[in-house]
């Protein structure tokens, strides 16, 4: 099993910056790819960002390319997303997910973490 814990979120004022952490631990070998799926008040999830392990490659919603930025610290088996101007909608519960599809950005994976809030004030 493959327990994901994220952490970072919290409110900050538009155009700033938050950078969310989500540590993966337990049969972690067995993980090839990891997502950030957003949920926001009154919409369906969304993946905003994915990174494959094996090979680095990384996809990222349209409206999030340039602002967020997805990497992992391999020793640490931490998956991080790096969120820079950010709008209020922005604002959502932000989950990391792990294995789905190995390549492409989208909501449907096996393990889940219990999310974190993200608010953005205007």
């Known amino acids: 099993q493959v327990q994901l814990v994220e952490s970072g979120g919290g409110l900050v004022q538009a155009g700033g910056s938050l950078r969310l952490s989500c540590a993966a631990s337990?049969?972690?070998?067995?993980?090839?790819?990891t997502g950030w799926v957003r949920q926001r008040p009154g919409k369906e999830r969304e993946c905003v960002a994915m990174?494959?392990?094996?090979?680095?490659?990384?996809a990222y919603l349209d409206s999030v390319k340039g602002r967020f930025t997805i990497a992992r610290d391999n020793a640490k088996n931490t998956v991080y997303l790096q969120m820079t101007s950010l709008k209020p909608e922005d604002t959502a519960v932000y989950y990391c997910a792990a294995n789905g599809v190995p390549y492409g950005c989208q909501v449907d994976y096996d393990y889940w973490g219990q999310g974190t809030q993200v608010t953005v004030s205007s």
């Open positions: 990174l494959t392990w094996t090979d680095g490659s990384t």
């Open positions: 337990g049969a972690t070998f067995r993980l090839y790819g």
